[in-house]
T-cell receptor, first 113, second 117 residues
Framework: QKEVEQDPGPLSVPEGAIVSLNCTYS??????FMWYRQYSRKGPELLMY????GNKEDGRFTAQVDKSSKYISLFIRDSQPSDSATYLC?????????????FGKGTHLIIQP | GAGVSQSPSNKVTEKGKDVELRCDPI?????LYWYRQRLGQGLEFLIY????????KSGLPSDRFSAERTGESVSTLTIQRTQQEDSAVYLC???????????????FGSGTRLTVV
């Protein structure tokens, strides 16, 4: 079983819809949870991070972490065609850089105009 | 520079040849990371530098891989005797401290797309 599972998609939704992206993980020591967005032939860019369990909102984006279920989610409200990209979840045990981040495979999201 | 710069952006090499990939981090960023992204796979952590020191090299896939960093600037990832399974996008990221999250986050380059034929 891989440490982080993420449905690769593609996930296609109409413009304006609410998008739900999810990851599950097996390592209970993970405490830092992040979502990155990656456009084609570009490096990932950090969208959201959450420490431990809880919710965090930033504009149209909401990140949720449920450590008891080892499940994290990213919601995108009022989705736009410019949101079309690959969304990667990532997590880490500590805040230090030495252990790196563990990424999911990414979900390819398509917002239809 | 304004962002993390990686070169070359694309590299096609013959099996068995050596390749060198370069990363120029954001000026002043002390921490630097290399990741590998194979087609259809998540990013795989390879190595982390704090300054020019890499405390743990166990993430490098094999002894054909090596990495070094000059001071707090450019880093090179070298793959010797390349194999077809080395084909991937190699991504470099930097941050202003050893903490990639949350205050500072990583800034990734656009990567080097390596194809071994």
């Amino acid at each position: 079983q891989k440490e982080v599972e993420q449905d690769p998609g593609p996930l296609s939704v109409p413009e304006g819809a609410i998008v739900s992206l999810n990851c599950t993980y097996s390592n209970s020591a993970f405490q830092y949870f992040m979502w990155y967005r990656q456009y084609s032939r570009k490096g990932p860019e950090l969208l959201m991070y959450t420490y431990s369990s809880g919710n965090k909102e930033d504009g149209r984006f909401t990140a949720q972490v449920d450590k008891s279920s080892k499940y994290i989610s990213l919601f995108i409200r009022d989705s736009q065609p410019s949101d079309s990209a690959t969304y990667l979840c990532a997590m880490s045990e500590g805040g230090g850089g030495a252990d790196g981040l563990t990424f999911g495979k990414g979900t390819h999201l398509i917002i239809q105009p | 520079g304004a962002g993390v710069s990686q070169s070359p952006s694309n590299k096609v090499t013959e099996k068995g040849k050596d390749v060198e990939l370069r990363c120029d981090p954001i000026s002043g960023h002390t921490a630097l990371y290399w990741y590998r992204q194979r087609l259809g796979q998540g990013l795989e952590f390879l190595i982390y530098f704090q300054g020019n020191s890499a405390p743990d090299k166990s993430g490098l896939p094999s002894d054909r891989f090596s990495a070094e960093r000059t001071g707090e600037s450019v880093s090179t990832l070298t793959i010797q005797r390349t194999q077809q399974e080395d084909s991937a996008v190699y991504l470099c990221a930097s941050s202003s401290s050893g903490e990639p999250i949350p205050r500072y986050g990583y800034t990734f380059g656009s990567g080097t797309r390596l194809t071994v034929v």
